[in-house]
C-alpha cells in the first residue's frame, strides 16, 4: 500500500472512531436524568421516548450548526420567515438545518477525497481544489433547495384548499356564528381536507383565545403561510370588520375570485406542457425511434450495397 492509501485509512479510522464515541456520548443511560424525567413525566411512554429521540438529535446538531449560525440577527431575517412559510416552527429546527449545512459542505468533500485516494487516481491539485469547493458549496446550499420545495408544496396546498374553506366559512356565517367561531368549525371540518390549513385555523383560534385581537390573529395568518391569496383575504376581513360591511358577501366574491385564479393557473399548467414534452420527445424518444427504423436499413446498406459498388 501506498503512504497516500495507508493516511486515507488512518484519517477513515479517526472519522469513525469518532462517531462511534459521540454517538455512544449522546445515547449513554444517565441514571440521574432518567430518574428526573421519569418523576416529572406527564406525557405517554410513546410520546417522551419520541421527545427524548428529537432532543438527542438537537443536541448532536448544536456542535454543527454553531459552525454555520449566522453570529446575531437571523431570528428577524427573512430566514426565520421562510421556515415559518414551510410549516417549521419548533425552535430546534434551525439548529438542525444550519448543522445539516455544515454537515453536508464536510462530508462530501471527504467522500470525494476518500474514494480519489483508495481508486487510485491521480486527478490534478487544481482538479482536486475544484472539486472539493464545488462539492462543499453544493452540501452548504442543498438544504436551501429542500426548503423552498417545502415552502412551495406548503403554499400551493394551502391554496388548492383555500376556497372550499371560504365557501365553508360562508356558510357558517350566513347560518349565524360569528368570524372567530366560524373559523373553529372550518378548522375542524377542513382537517380531512387539508392538514396544514386546519393547523393554521386552530393557530388563529388559540390566539384570539389568547388575548391577541382579531386584526393581530388575522395578520399572523397571513404572515405564516405567505400565500398572497391568504393575505388578501386578512385584508378584506380586517377591512370589513373596520367598517362593518357584509362579511358573507365578502367572503363569496373573494371565493370566487381565488377559484377563478386556481382555474387559470391549472390551464396554465395544462398549457406548459406541449413545452415540457418537447425535449423528452427530441433526445430521448425519436433517437430512439430513429434507430428502430433505420437501423435495418443501415445494416443491409452496410452488408449489400457498400460492397456491390465497391466490386
Not at 145 to 152: D, E, H, K, Q, S
Not at 173 to 181: F, P, Q, R, S, T
Request: proline share 5%; hydrophobic share 50%; with cysteine.
Amino acid at each position: 500500500m501506498t503512504p497516500v492509501q495507508i493516511a486515507y485509512l488512518a484519517v477513515i479510522f479517526i472519522f469513525v472512531a469518532g462517531a462511534a464515541l459521540g454517538v455512544m456520548r449522546a445515547f449513554a443511560p444517565r441514571p440521574t436524568k432518567a430518574r428526573l424525567e421519569q418523576v416529572a413525566a406527564d406525557a405517554s411512554p410513546k410520546e417522551g421516548a419520541a421527545d427524548q429521540w428529537s432532543q438527542t438529535i438537537v443536541n448532536m446538531s448544536g456542535p454543527l450548526a454553531h459552525l454555520s449560525l449566522p453570529s446575531e440577527g437571523w431570528e428577524k431575517s427573512i430566514l426565520r420567515t421562510r421556515f415559518m412559510h414551510a410549516g417549521c416552527g419548533v425552535r430546534s429546527v434551525p439548529m438542525i438545518y444550519f448543522a445539516l449545512k455544515t454537515l453536508l459542505a464536510l462530508v462530501l468533500p471527504g467522500f470525494f477525497l476518500i474514494y480519489a485516494g483508495l481508486g487510485d487516481l491521480e486527478p490534478g491539485t487544481n482538479t482536486v481544489m475544484a472539486a472539493v469547493v464545488v462539492l462543499s458549496a453544493l452540501g452548504y446550499y442543498l438544504p436551501n433547495f429542500v426548503l423552498a420545495r417545502m415552502i412551495a408544496l406548503r403554499q400551493r396546498e394551502l391554496f388548492e384548499s383555500f376556497p372550499d374553506a371560504i365557501d365553508l366559512m360562508t356558510v357558517c356565517i350566513e347560518a349565524g356564528l360569528g368570524l372567530d367561531a366560524a373559523m373553529v368549525r372550518v378548522g375542524e371540518e377542513m382537517r380531512l381536507r387539508s392538514k396544514t390549513l386546519a393547523d393554521e385555523l386552530h393557530l388563529v383560534s388559540l390566539e384570539l383565545r389568547a388575548g391577541r385581537t382579531r386584526e393581530q390573529a388575522l395578520r399572523n395568518l397571513g404572515l405564516r403561510t405567505g400565500v398572497e391569496e391568504i393575505e388578501a383575504l386578512v385584508s378584506m376581513l380586517i377591512q370589513a370588520d373596520r367598517f362593518g360591511t357584509s362579511i358573507a358577501a365578502s367572503l363569496r366574491v373573494h371565493s370566487d375570485t381565488l377559484r377563478t385564479t386556481r382555474r387559470l393557473r391549472a390551464e396554465e399548467a395544462a398549457a406548459k406542457i406541449a413545452l415540457k414534452l418537447l425535449f423528452p420527445l427530441i433526445f430521448c424518444i425519436f433517437p430512439s425511434l430513429m434507430l428502430v427504423l433505420l437501423g435495418p436499413a443501415v445494416i443491409n446498406i452496410y452488408r449489400v450495397l457498400l460492397p456491390t459498388m465497391a466490386g
